[in-house]
């Protein structure tokens, strides 16, 4: 018995659902697939499928067994295919995390470009804001917001600065008034990126202005960690909000928000976050991630015009 094509049998017959479809795809007789799952379990003692005439389906072995061998495919898989990713031209799938609305506004609007330059690469894009382990979520390449210090176990590439702005709708200045500085936005409801916590941490927006520091307890009764809904809520006029610049540029150029304090670097913390990609040491050699690295580098331009 052929043990790889007998795993690569079941699984095709698990996910089919029945030996006739699993022996359509494959392009077998059904009686060939039907011996070589009665040949499998002979050889590991158990049963891995339960029979009746309108399914098969897998036992619990069966299941237990097919998650252990999907993962040793998938490495064979990722293997096979690094050999293939070393040479110049990029091939292969891709998979690469981005933040949600980073995604919708920054990376989506290049993904046919890439795929136009590159037409050997399979791209599988993973959007969520959630920080996701490379190794464990196979991700080939990670495009982050932040302080790229954190990865200090990956390789990290600076794509784009990530300068931010204070925001406010015309709305919200008729009906509480104008900050004159930053230190009144004590006084002010803002509306809050979450960073981790609940609503009671403390949240410190950092200016700067030549050279001195000014650190600004803020407030308010809105705190997510998701940037649309943060966006959403300043132009509906609920509070001030220190968003990327990327985010509300199309905004302050149109008038639809007004920007305050823009003789200061406005951040929400100390550091100075920028948008950065990040991957693993085993992914060094890739020509599929030095492809992609490369092209958003020239691509991922956050200095808009405010």
């Not at 003692?45 to 389906?57: F, I």
């Not at 799938?93 to 590159?118: G, N």
């Not at 943060?230 to 509070?239: D, K, N, S, T, W």
């Not at 670097?265 to 991957?279: C, K, L, Q």
Request: neutral net charge; glycine residues 6%.
């Amino acid at each position: 018995m052929d043990k790889f094509l007998a795993v690569k049998t079941l699984l095709e017959v698990a996910d089919a659902g029945g030996f006739s479809k699993a022996a359509q795809r494959l392009g077998v007789a059904t009686s060939s697939v039907t011996r070589l799952m009665d040949s499998l379990e002979s050889s590991l003692g158990t049963a891995l499928l339960t029979r009746t005439p309108r399914k098969v389906s897998l036992t619990d072995a069966g299941t237990a067994y097919v998650e252990q061998v999907s993962k040793v495919l998938d490495d064979l898989a990722e293997a096979d295919e690094s050999v293939f990713d070393s040479g110049a031209s990029p091939v292969g799938a891709l998979r690469i995390s981005v933040p949600s609305t980073y995604s919708r506004l920054c990376l989506a609007p290049h993904l046919a470009a890439f795929l136009s330059e590159h037409p050997r690469v399979f791209l599988d894009v993973v959007v969520g804001d959630q920080f996701v382990d490379l190794a464990v979520d196979r991700i080939d390449v990670a495009i982050r917001i932040g302080f790229a210090e954190r990865d200090a176990n990956l390789i990290v590439k600076k794509l784009a600065d990530n300068p931010r702005h204070v925001v406010v709708s015309h709305e919200y200045l008729q009906r509480s008034g104008t900050p004159e500085s930053p230190a009144d936005l004590a006084a002010h409801e803002c509306v809050r990126f979450a960073y981790g916590g609940g609503y009671r941490t403390r949240h410190v927006w950092t200016f700067q202005r030549d050279g001195a520091e000014q650190r600004v307890d803020v407030r308010g009764h809105l705190l997510s960690n998701n940037l649309d809904i943060l966006f959403e809520a300043v132009m509906a006029g609920r509070g001030i909000a220190l968003l990327p610049q990327w985010l509300v540029a199309a905004e302050i150029r149109s008038g639809r928000l007004t920007r305050l304090f823009e003789r200061f670097d406005a951040r929400p913390h100390s550091g100075d976050a920028v948008v950065y990609a990040a991957y693993l040491p085993n992914r060094r050699q890739s020509s599929k991630v030095r492809a992609l690295v490369q092209f958003l580098e020239r691509r991922l331009d956050a200095s808009f015009e405010g």
